[in-house]
């Protein structure tokens, strides 16, 4: 647990006279140690922001609540006359102006998540108490969302072509890991040829200077930010390379920095296996199927017999032979791969246990032919045309770029791309079912194909002493930025606080009054909660009878904690699944 800020309270009065007593040691009374002095902003970032003029940012109206505009920032902070790079601004003014403390900058994740569209909707998950107080703004990191975009192909049908062989979960098999390794090597040679300009300018360390440029130019004089899930690597970044240019940081569902980067020799290891998303991911799985075991069939409805074993056995039946169902519009195989990639999407929300047990109890109704089958044939076939409906071949659509751009030039990475098959190998032997998945994600940055560099990427130290407290906050059953990592990053921050839940999905913020109130206190008046405060979700698992209409599911799964409020819609990577999405249509 992080050391907590302490005050000496030291009264004296004029003329009186202290007697030591000798069972007292006199060390008792020795003049303490003056606190550690807080960081500064290094004189090389100075050097690079400081003496650029504040942008002016030409605001309009824009999607009727909020104001838009656009800014050239410079490509390399090094050479501030030289190219630029265009990167887009959206907020949504405080509610009431007479009291507003300044700018919230929010960040949803991904890396690639659009943060204007974020901040666009945080009148939605916000609460109303921070709505009141601050202009919600969102600065869409370069390359992404609408700032000028990374673009590794020249064509849709380029990019169609390559996609092509990593459009699963994950590949399993000699013959689909050739498939997957020669896409993902095409991939990163086409971002390091084509799409070589912003590739080489996406680290997170420039994202940070941009924001840094961004508080300037909305006239703050200390930066309140508020990231989630890649955005608390961000955070971190922003908190390490401007200790002392902000006034509050809470970063929720966290990236521990030194694994980001694979700092020391952990670079030579895939970002898995330094994260352990999979390891999070597979101990929600496995709580969740021995509370539904506990729970009973009238609260869970994959509770008939061992739900770990049936679970097991419905992957090992899939393994061996895909699902196939059809319907006038077409027939569909649902493989291991796609179960596996839906399981790991379900378990991103707060219903994670009844999304669960829906999805398992329906392919076990499918495979064993039981008097369900047919509305389990039913609910699937819906799931698969919803997924189809998301297809990305027109426009142009960049978000895998975007994605492994940063991933790609923020860490160390293995060499060969070849090396990801006996990996992900050992990752699903530590961290069943979702090692592949979170394994394979990073392929295409192996470095003897992904070639482009950011020579001004940040790689720590990440432990500076923050003039004011950051903030650090993660949950018990993250799948993908597990809750180990929160507690790591807070105690590599000397000025920090770890608030956990007890919540499911991925992050905390809206699962329950608990977290959300502490995180709006802090962002509204710097106020930490107390040491070792464990919050508590507003929903567990399995604790209502299921509900007639399966609706009822669908409807509680988006509802945050608080009334008319609902949760932020993080982005996280995601595996392809033909019950969930992928990657092209």
Not at 11 to 39: I, N, R
Not at 317 to 345: C, H, M, N, Q, W
Not at 349 to 361: D, H, N, R, V
Request: hydrophobic letters at 40%; proline letters at 6%.
């Amino acid at each position: 647990m992080p050391i907590p800020r302490s005050r000496l309270l030291v009264a004296g009065l004029a003329g009186l006279a202290l007697t030591v007593s000798a069972s007292v040691p006199a060390s008792a009374f020795a003049p303490q140690a003056a606190a550690a002095k807080p960081a500064s902003t290094s004189k090389t970032e100075k050097k690079r922001l400081d003496k650029l003029k504040t942008p002016k940012l030409g605001w309009y109206k824009c999607y009727q609540i909020a104001e838009c505009a656009t800014v050239k920032v410079p490509l390399d902070y090094d050479k501030p006359k030289g190219a630029k790079t265009e990167i887009a601004v959206l907020r949504v003014k405080a509610k009431n102006q007479k009291k507003k403390i300044g700018s919230l900058f929010l960040n949803p994740g991904g890396p690639g998540g659009s943060a204007t569209d974020f901040a666009l909707f945080a009148p939605n998950f916000l609460s109303d108490s921070v709505l009141e107080r601050f202009d919600v703004v969102g600065v869409d990191p370069r390359g992404i969302g609408a700032s000028a975009n990374i673009k590794c192909f020249r064509s849709v049908k380029e990019q169609t072509a390559v996609f092509a062989g990593m459009n699963v979960a994950f590949p399993l098999g000699k013959t689909e890991e050739a498939k997957y390794v020669k896409s993902a090597k095409a991939f990163g040679k086409s971002c390091s040829t084509t799409g070589k300009t912003l590739a080489g300018a996406m680290s997170t360390a420039e994202v940070a200077r941009d924001m840094e440029l961004m508080r300037r130019a909305v006239g703050d004089k200390k930066l309140t930010y508020l990231g989630f899930s890649y955005g608390t690597a961000l955070g971190q970044y922003y908190a390490n390379m401007f200790p002392d240019r902000f006034r509050a940081i809470a970063v929720d569902g966290n990236i521990d920095p030194r694994q980001w980067v694979g700092a020391g020799k952990s670079g030579s290891r895939i970002l898995d296996a330094r994260m352990k998303s999979a390891d999070g991911a597979y101990k929600a799985l496995q709580e969740i199927l021995k509370r539904c075991d506990k729970a009973g069939e009238e609260f869970c409805e994959f509770a008939a017999g061992d739900p770990v074993k049936n679970f097991a056995s419905i992957a090992k039946k899939l393994r061996a032979k895909p699902l196939v169902i059809s319907d006038e519009f077409g027939t569909f195989k649902i493989t291991y791969a796609d179960f596996v990639g839906a399981a790991l999407s379900s378990l991103y929300g707060t219903y994670a246990g009844e999304e669960i047990a829906s999805l398992a109890a329906y392919v076990d109704d499918l495979q064993r032919k039981t008097s369900g089958a047919a509305e389990a044939r039913a609910q699937l076939l819906q799931r698969i045309r919803a997924a189809k409906s998301v297809g990305f071949d027109f426009p142009y659509d960049n978000g895998f770029e975007a994605q492994s751009a940063v991933i790609c030039t923020d860490g160390k990475h293995p060499k060969y791309a070849s090396s990801w098959p006996a990996s992900t190998a050992t990752r699903d032997i530590v961290a069943p079912y979702f090692g592949r998945a979170w394994g394979w994600l990073t392929a295409q940055c192996a470095t003897n194909t992904w070639k482009v560099k950011d020579e001004d990427a940040y790689r720590g130290p990440f432990n500076s002493r923050t003039a004011k407290p950051v903030l650090v906050v993660g949950n018990y059953w993250d799948p993908a930025t597990n809750y180990a990592a929160s507690v790591s990053s807070s105690k590599l921050l000397p000025n920090s606080r770890l608030l956990s839940s007890d919540n499911w999905g991925h992050t905390a913020y809206g699962s329950g009054v608990c977290a959300t109130n502490a995180i709006d206190a802090y962002l509204l008046s710097g106020k930490l909660p107390a040491k070792g405060t464990v919050c508590k979700a507003a929903h567990q698992p399995f604790t209502t009878k299921i509900p007639t209409d399966p609706g009822d599911l669908s409807a509680n799964a988006t509802k945050a904690a608080k009334p008319g409020k609902q949760l932020p819609p993080v982005v996280a990577p995601k595996p392809v699944s033909i019950l969930t999405g992928g990657l092209v249509g």
